[in-house]
């Protein structure tokens, strides 16, 4: 269980390293996905298959929609149209894929092999998890709900267009 989480976490590093520097957008978003599907074989190997089921639902779902259609929204004319002709070719899907293909690997060899060191580990109830966050870190997590709240006026405020001014 330990080689199988240190894959995992080296596949996260280096797929939030190809995020992070990847020019193309669409590049970046698909090693995001590996990233955040690598983080949830990791909760997984921690006994928090809750955590890892809504990594998987909520980020690597949903978020990941949501950017693909903002990505749509911005259509910037012909020459983003030709620009993303050039970007999207077979070979970006190479280094996504050997990646989750890794990962595909180790969560089958996971489940089949029903090691002793993953059913010994403690699970962690989702009741569990709903205490912990609402009891001890209350404050934490209401000062990230405030975080994310500043950050959704401020992203409005900057993305609104100014009303033109009559003369």
């Known amino acids: 269980m330990e080689i199988t989480f240190y894959i995992a976490a080296i596949i996260a590093v280096v797929s939030t390293a190809m995020v992070i520097t990847r020019l193309n957008a669409i590049h970046a978003l698909l090693y995001l996905i590996v990233s955040l599907l690598a983080v949830a ?8 298959p809750f955590a890892a089921a809504l990594e998987v639902i909520i980020y690597a779902g ?17 020459e983003a149209v ?17 990646l989750s293909f890794v990962l595909l690997i180790e969560l089958v060899y996971l489940l089949v ?7 010994s580990t403690k699970m962690i109830p989702p009741q569990q998890v709903g205490i912990t966050l ?29 009303p033109e001014e009559e003369s």
Do not use: D
């Open 41 to 48: 074989l990791i909760f997984f190997l921690l006994g928090a």
């Open 62 to 78: 949903a978020i990941m929609v949501l950017f693909v259609f903002v990505m749509m929204m911005l259509n910037l004319g012909e």
């Open 82 to 98: 030709a620009q993303e002709n050039r970007w999207l070719t077979p070979s970006m899907w190479i280094g996504p894929g050997i």
């Open 113 to 119: 092999a029903e090691s002793s060191a993953l059913s």
């Open 134 to 162: 609402f009891g001890p870190y209350l404050l934490a997590v209401e000062l990230a709900a405030m975080l994310l709240l500043a950050g959704l006026v401020g992203a409005y405020h900057l993305g609104r267009e100014e």
